[in-house]
């Protein structure tokens, strides 16, 4: 598929005129933006700016991988996820982030990094942008959890995790694109 980027640009782009601050946290912050639209009318856009984030799919030499059980507070239920977390700043470098991000939440570290690309989890209403990445060569240390942080880390098959993306047990989006991404590369 292609297509001309400047031409859509040129008549799809929507020009912003003003924002303003809705809310200013430690996660994220809220905008609302009054922007011009494509014929001319006004309209606004709410938008969560975040910092960014990664995610990392750990695949063990038995093609098990690492997922951590955790309580997610907006759904009030415990969800099956890859390690993730958010970048210190914008300029933090996506490898490190990866790196630091499996080591304190389940005390790997890895001989083997893949760069899987990265996705726009909501790109409708958030500027956030998750890089994923798989890792391999694992090796076992102390996990080092974030004050707050609670969860449980468990092994499991990767064709166990592609049948429950398949049936909708996992509905989260980073550790869907990753799972089905990783077993595409690794032909399962």
Not at 90 to 95: C, H, N, Q, V
Request: a negative charge; glycine letters at 6%.
């Amino acid at each position: 598929m292609t297509f001309d980027l400047e031409k859509e640009l040129e008549e799809l782009r929507e020009v912003q005129i003003k924002t303003e601050d809705i809310f200013d946290g430690v996660i994220l912050n809220v905008k609302r933006d009054t922007v011009r639209l494509p014929d001319g009318r006004q309209s606004f856009r709410e938008v969560i700016r975040h910092v960014g984030a990664v995610c990392v799919i750990p695949v063990t030499d038995q093609e098990e991988v690492i997922v951590e059980r955790q309580y997610r507070y907006p759904f009030d239920t415990v969800v099956t996820e890859i390690p993730a977390g958010k970048l210190d700043s914008k300029e933090e470098d996506r490898l490190s982030a990866a790196k630091r991000e499996l080591r304190e939440e389940t005390g790997l570290t890895a001989d083997e990094w893949t760069d899987l690309g990265g996705f726009y989890p909501a790109l409708a209403y958030s500027d956030e942008y998750i890089t994923m990445f798989m890792a391999r060569g694992l090796h076992q240390g102390e996990q080092h959890l974030d004050p707050g942080e609670f969860l449980d880390v468990v092994k499991v098959p990767l064709s166990e995790l592609v049948e429950d993306v398949m049936a909708g047990r996992i509905p989260d989006s980073k550790t869907q694109t990753a799972i089905l991404k990783v077993a595409r590369i690794l032909g399962k």
